[in-house]
């Protein structure tokens, strides 16, 4: 079997699949509970009190047990993938250099940045060939476009954003990644929003130090109990911790 990929700045990513999480796309308006009695029927899996439910993506994430043999795992994720509340199944990829836990979700969609030149029609007719539709547009970028696989689509979200990168249509396209990492704490910054947060002040005269530039963030910032808010670069750039009073993402536990 070929190893997956994906394309990162025309450059192919090697994926490794990962063995520790079964990942699926609830249908549209589906009750997660027949997805949650499953998980609680398979012997590979672990409880569904230990699931990761992602209500805004309809993803679920089901932990595999550690000792779980290949097949029972396999066994498992097709039993999902059959289900009548289920959309399809996501690929699970460990995350480069992270701990077994921490691994990426392949949701199925994919960004495509398609040339100028190109009209609609004959994005629509890619589209439509590959059976994916378009759900969201970048009003910043013309032909810049998020889309979704249809129950049509022959291929995984993976496989067509490569194909689609691969077109001449396109100027790139890109898979779209669900990160799950280790919890934050609640004053944890990455390096880079550090950096930047410490060039805002050290605009004008004299210098401060970093601790004093980031100490009125930090001290505006919530709890961030999400396991997934590490990964939402949007969220960083737009320093939603240091402007709202609760986590972004509700992470529901709930196994009802």
């Not at 009548?84 to 691994?103: I, L, N, R, Y």
Request: contains cysteine; charged residues 30%; proline residues 8%.
């Amino acid at each position: 079997m070929d190893t997956p990929f994906y394309y990162a700045d025309d450059k192919k990513v090697p994926l490794t699949p990962s063995k520790a999480f079964i990942a699926v796309e609830l249908e549209p308006e589906a009750d997660r509970s027949e997805v949650m009695e499953a998980v609680a029927a398979a012997d590979a899996l672990g409880t569904p009190e230990e699931a990761e439910v992602i209500e805004s993506l309809g993803i679920v994430l089901a932990r595999a047990k550690p000792d779980a043999p290949e097949e029972g795992i396999s066994s498992a994720s097709s039993t999902l993938d059959g289900l009548k509340s289920v959309h399809c199944t996501c690929p699970v990829f460990q995350m480069p250099d992270g701990a077994d836990d921490e691994v990426m979700v392949l949701i199925p969609r994919f960004r495509a940045q398609f040339k100028p030149e190109v009209s609609r029609d004959e994005i629509d007719k890619l589209n439509k060939k590959h059976g994916v539709e378009i759900i969201e547009e970048d009003v910043a970028l013309p032909n810049n476009l998020l889309l979704h696989l249809t129950d049509k689509a022959k291929k995984n979200a993976l496989e067509l954003a490569n194909l689609y990168h691969e077109s001449e249509l396109t100027e790139f396209a890109e898979p779209d990644f669900l990160m799950k990492v280790r919890e934050l704490s609640p004053t944890m910054v990455d390096a880079l929003e550090l950096e930047e947060m410490t060039d805002d002040f050290h605009m004008g005269d004299g210098d401060v130090s970093e601790a004093e530039a980031i100490e009125p963030a930090l001290a505006q910032a919530p709890p961030v109990n999400d396991p997934f808010f590490n990964s939402q670069w949007a969220l960083h750039k737009m320093r939603v911790p240091e402007a709202y009073a609760r986590p972004v993402i509700d992470t529901d536990r709930d196994s009802g």
